[in-house]
């Protein structure tokens, strides 16, 4: 058979799809550091008074330090006046005396612990609890209440002779221990300067107001102040994803005209897919897939999609420079666990074609720069 044909072919070759897209990542990366803060406010003491004669006035220094966004610890100076009060037969009957109580104390950063380190947010709100001594002293206005109620009730009885209408009276200097809890918000300013709101109860045991009740003594501190940070509270750090399209094929136009062909169908050779590789990031302390991010699992997905024979390999891991091993290793497995719950849920790949593992802050970490072993790193092939 004898077959005359042209054949005019125009090849257009493109060296792939285009140029690589690349994305700035800004984060902020948390330093340790030293703050100091100075606080005045008011004290209410507990007793069966009204809030006016029981209040006094209050104030605190305190030096801490931030180990991680999360946690820290102070030491806290407080210190002013306490008052007492009793009512008996009629007669209202006030006194006040001085104090300082040294603390140590325990800071949790509840904003960072439930919603990730954030240095631009308005608000923190830390839990504070700690312990310390309470140093009292100058209590003669007690005892001269004391006194003049033992005359008067008492007189020359002598079978009352020892009797204090002031039960737990005391004089000279009395330390007791206390134990304190509470809260504070505070209000960003500058990146180092903080104006917060602090409320505190304090427990002592019974006797610090000089009566006998049977039951722990208290009293409550409201304080405003300023917090100041004498160093960086963070680092920024801008990071550059390359995400890199896959390789396109070269296009090629042609124009064909038979005059007479009579020949059968080729065989298509099932040619095998090459791997794709999609690395997801996240933020610090984070596994929320963010939904720049998300287009890379959608990548993964439409891939095993046209490829049914296909299984993917996700891989979390963390910033060993960032948490505690035992956090880090959790974080990374959340991540990839994260990626593989959007391929399944979003995507409909069932569990069985992936693999999911865990590397924590291994030393063997996928990159240089430890902002971006933030990652789930996905393998399909």
């Not at 209000?187 to 006797?207: I, K, P, S």
């Amino acid at each position: 058979m004898k077959l005359n044909k042209i054949l005019l072919t125009a090849s257009i070759l493109f060296g792939g799809l285009c140029a690589s897209a690349q994305e700035e990542v800004t984060e902020y990366v948390f330093q340790p550091h030293w703050y100091g803060q100075a606080q005045f406010g008011a004290q209410e003491t507990l007793g069966e008074g009204p809030f006016d004669i029981l209040a006094g006035p209050n104030a605190q220094l305190a030096v801490g330090y931030n180990f991680n966004p999360y946690i820290g610890a102070r030491i806290a100076v407080n210190s002013w006046r306490s008052r007492g009060t009793s009512l008996i037969e009629n007669n209202r009957y006030k006194w006040h005396w001085t104090y300082i109580a040294p603390t140590v104390d325990a800071v949790f950063n509840v904003t960072n612990i439930l919603g990730g380190f954030n240095p631009t947010r308005l608000v923190d709100v830390n839990l504070i609890a700690g312990i310390g001594a309470n140093i009292a002293w100058d209590n003669g206005e007690a005892n001269a209440v004391n006194n003049y109620l033992k005359q008067t009730l008492v007189g020359d009885n002598q079978q009352w002779a020892g009797y204090n209408p002031l039960q737990n009276i005391w004089d000279g200097t009395k330390t007791r221990f206390v134990g304190q809890f509470g809260f504070d918000v505070n209000f960003n300013v500058t990146d180092r300067l903080q104006v917060g709101l602090e409320l505190m109860a304090n427990v002592l045991n019974d006797g610090y107001n000089s009566k006998k009740a049977g039951n722990a003594d208290w009293y409550f501190n409201g304080l405003v102040g300023v917090k100041y940070a004498f160093g960086p509270k963070y680092e920024k750090v801008t990071r550059v994803i390359d995400n890199t399209p896959v390789p396109c094929e070269p296009t090629i136009i042609e124009k064909e005209v038979v005059k007479y062909v009579e020949v059968p169908a080729p065989v298509e050779e099932k040619k095998q897919a090459e791997a794709i590789r999609r690395d997801v990031f996240f933020k610090i302390s984070n596994t929320t897939i963010s939904t720049q991010e998300m287009t890379k699992v959608a990548a993964i997905a439409d891939y095993m999609n046209a490829h049914p024979d296909s299984k993917v390999t996700i891989t979390g891991y963390a910033d060993k420079g960032t948490g505690t091993r035992a956090i880090n290793l959790r974080l990374s497995a959340q991540r990839a666990q994260a990626v593989a719950n959007a391929l399944r849920t979003k995507y409909g790949i069932a569990s069985s074609r992936m693999i999911v593992k865990s590397m924590g802050e291994e030393e063997d970490q996928p990159y240089p720069d430890p902002v971006q072993n933030r990652v789930a790193i996905c393998i399909a092939e």
